[in-house]
């Protein structure tokens, strides 16, 4: 593993059924859910890292910390952008931060740490 500080990745969207609290049961209203919100923050920091592990290496979320500020209805388009902040050992920090039309509508950070995927699937499956 070769990594330091300054990583980044992107991703973005365009809110659909699928994405809302309505559809996935986190609320009643066709908005970008907050758990959405999480998982495309979570995908992009493996994106930003994802070239950068040894083979055999993956990477595990272990802390998440996140504010989401404002609602993003259906057909809005989400931009969600990470940065590594910190490398310590194999534990990584990103800070990530989501923009729509109106401005900021997510912040937060999320902890990773990387690991060797057999010894982790090993341990997770006894």
Known sequence: MTLAS???AQLIIMVEM???AKKIGSGDVPVLATPRLLALAEAATVRAIDKHLAPGETSVGTRVELDHTAASPLGTHVQIGVELTEVDGRRLVFAFEAHDKHGVVGKGTIERVVVDRATFLARATR
């Open 18 to 20: 699928e994405d809302t």
């Open 6 to 8: 300054g990583l980044r």
